[in-house]
């Protein structure tokens, strides 16, 4: 049987878009979540030359002779696959760039924040425009050829038709490409390993010291809290380290792309809002196969408190997956204040207005499941707030002009 073909992803088209004005495209991401295979795509549509520093040779020459390897091309696109792995090739590219400013010049993958990695000389600040590639999203998985754009579609206010119920299988199965075709088991399996590898291997690489005996500790613990507040005490004392030393392997975690954020959303620094971040691993699968979650725990008295934070992780996961080929600018947060009002996301639009959501993993709603939107709305008054309650069911309807109730699967299915 003949394997399917990749799956097309859509930041292709802004990264397309950014080659063509700037001279050095980031492009980072997990390992294996399809860095590579989308920069091989890109290859194949200009004159490119594609080399990995995941190669015990092209690593050498690029360490022994950088000014050499970053000159290797002049009149091609001079693709770098885990450019992290070279440090030094930092300011040698910013010194070719200056000299030449020709756009669409460099395109440098990497697994880990390249301004993270010790020895990097320069941020290429002006020079460099950097994109993340999470697993894949909804829309990619279902091989849709238009890019889904949530945020977008809401604005144009459409008419609402009913969606599919959300699947808990998707939820549980994740993102990750490796996984797609493995059974149940097998992906637990992968992800096990991938886990323990990156801790063991990838982890000291870039922090060095005692990082592997507990970066494998520290995504077990967050995939077992997804989409909670960072509180350091507690993080330190399920690690058994210190305050200190919890946060530099969650700083660690984040660096490598296995760790999101999902920041607190204020008017301003001051007042009653609580400013911790939200922190869960990258990918929903990710999440379910280190804590042992299946399918059927879904259906389960035990399991749905989980699989509820599963499915707030989930949306917010795809909102951020959006953002990156949206037509509109926004950024996403969460709200919580100290008079007990919490916001599950805030989506915060470039002409001021807010989207903010609640997620509900249940297949039924009442007007309990978006009462703190009301409240969020009357607290501030002064913005143009729309309103989305999604929930695990099928139909869609508007509450008000400003408030829609609607399935979880028209994040991609609108």
């Given at each position: 049987?003949?394997?399917?073909?990749?799956?097309?992803?859509?930041?292709?088209?802004?990264?397309?878009?950014?080659?063509?004005?700037?001279?050095?495209?980031?492009?980072?991401?997990?390992?294996?979540?399809g860095k590579s295979t989308l920069a091989a795509r890109l290859a194949t549509q200009r004159p490119a030359v594609l080399v990995t520093l995941d190669d015990p040779?092209?690593?050498?020459?690029?360490?022994?002779?950088?000014?050499?390897?970053?000159?290797q091309a002049p009149d091609r696109l001079v693709i770098i696959d885990e450019a992290q792995r070279a440090p030094g090739l930092i300011l040698p590219l910013k010194?070719?760039?200056?000299?030449?400013?020709?756009?669409?010049?460099?395109?440098?993958?990497?697994?880990?924040?390249?301004?993270?990695?010790?020895?990097?000389?320069?941020?290429?600040?002006?020079?460099?425009?950097?994109?993340?590639?999470g697993p894949l999203s909804q829309g990619e998985l279902a091989r849709r050829e238009i890019p889904e754009d949530f945020v977008a579609w809401l604005l144009t206010?459409?008419?609402?038709?009913?969606?599919?119920?959300?699947?808990?299988?998707?939820?549980?199965?994740?993102?990750?490409?490796?996984?797609?075709?493995?059974?149940?088991?097998?992906?637990?399996?992968?992800?096990?390993?991938?886990?323990?590898?990156?801790?063991?291997?990838?982890?000291?690489?870039?922090?060095?010291?005692?990082?592997?005996?507990?970066?494998?500790?520290?995504?077990?613990?967050?995939?077992?809290?997804?989409?909670?507040?960072?509180?350091?005490?507690?993080?330190?004392?399920?690690?058994?380290?210190?305050?200190?030393?919890?946060?530099?392997?969650?700083?660690?975690?984040?660096?490598?792309?296995?760790?999101?954020?999902?920041?607190?959303?204020?008017?301003?620094?001051?007042?009653?809002?609580?400013?911790?971040?939200?922190?869960?691993?990258?990918?929903?699968?990710?999440?379910?196969?280190?804590?042992?979650?299946?399918?059927?725990?879904?259906?389960?008295?035990?399991?749905?408190?989980?699989?509820?934070?599963?499915?707030?992780?989930?949306?917010?996961?795809?909102?951020?997956?959006?953002?990156?080929?949206?037509?509109?600018?926004?950024?996403?947060?969460?709200?919580?204040?100290?008079?007990?009002?919490?916001?599950?996301?805030?989506?915060?639009?470039?002409?001021?207005?807010?989207?903010?959501?609640?997620?509900?993993?249940?297949?039924?709603?009442?007007?309990?499941?978006?009462?703190?939107?009301?409240?969020?709305?009357?607290?501030?008054?002064?913005?143009?707030?729309?309103?989305?309650?999604?929930?695990?069911?099928?139909?869609?309807?508007?509450?008000?002009?400003?408030?829609?109730?609607?399935?979880?699967?028209?994040?991609?299915?609108?």
């Amino acid at each position: 049987m003949d394997a399917p073909p990749p799956f097309a992803r859509h930041l292709e088209r802004p990264l397309v878009e950014a080659l063509s004005d700037t001279p050095i495209v980031v492009l980072q991401g997990a390992r294996q979540v399809g860095k590579s295979t989308l920069a091989a795509r890109l290859a194949t549509q200009r004159p490119a030359v594609l080399v990995t520093l995941d190669d015990p040779v092209t690593l050498a020459v690029a360490e022994s002779d950088p000014g050499f390897f970053v000159s290797q091309a002049p009149d091609r696109l001079v693709i770098i696959d885990e450019a992290q792995r070279a440090p030094g090739l930092i300011l040698p590219l910013k010194a070719s760039v200056d000299r030449d400013r020709r756009p669409g010049r460099f395109l440098l993958t990497g697994s880990v924040d390249l301004l993270q990695v010790a020895g990097v000389g320069d941020s290429l600040a002006g020079r460099a425009e950097s994109f993340e590639l999470g697993p894949l999203s909804q829309g990619e998985l279902a091989r849709r050829e238009i890019p889904e754009d949530f945020v977008a579609w809401l604005l144009t206010a459409p008419e609402f038709k009913d969606f599919e119920a959300l699947d808990p299988a998707l939820v549980v199965a994740g993102g990750y490409p490796e996984v797609q075709l493995r059974s149940p088991r097998r992906a637990r399996a992968w992800f096990e390993s991938y886990a323990r590898r990156l801790a063991g291997h990838d982890a000291r690489d870039l922090r060095g010291g005692g990082f592997p005996d507990h970066l494998y500790a520290l995504l077990a613990v967050v995939a077992a809290g997804p989409q909670h507040e960072v509180v350091r005490v507690h993080l330190a004392r399920d690690l058994g380290v210190s305050e200190n030393t919890a946060e530099s392997y969650l700083r660690t975690a984040m660096a490598m792309r296995l760790v999101s954020t999902l920041q607190p959303w204020g008017r301003n620094l001051r007042g009653r809002v609580t400013r911790r971040p939200k922190v869960s691993l990258n990918d929903t699968g990710f999440a379910a196969a280190l804590t042992g979650f299946s399918e059927s725990h879904a259906t389960t008295l035990g399991g749905r408190e989980y699989f509820g934070a599963l499915v707030e992780q989930f949306a917010a996961i795809e909102l951020d997956k959006q953002r990156a080929w949206s037509s509109e600018s926004y950024r996403t947060s969460h709200y919580r204040d100290t008079d007990g009002l919490e916001v599950d996301q805030v989506i915060e639009l470039a002409d001021g207005r807010l989207v903010a959501v609640e997620v509900k993993a249940a297949i039924e709603v009442t007007a309990k499941s978006w009462r703190n939107l009301e409240r969020f709305r009357s607290r501030f008054a002064d913005r143009e707030v729309i309103g989305v309650c999604l929930y695990g069911g099928t139909r869609a309807w508007r509450v008000h002009d400003w408030l829609s109730v609607l399935p979880i699967t028209a994040l991609w299915q609108h």
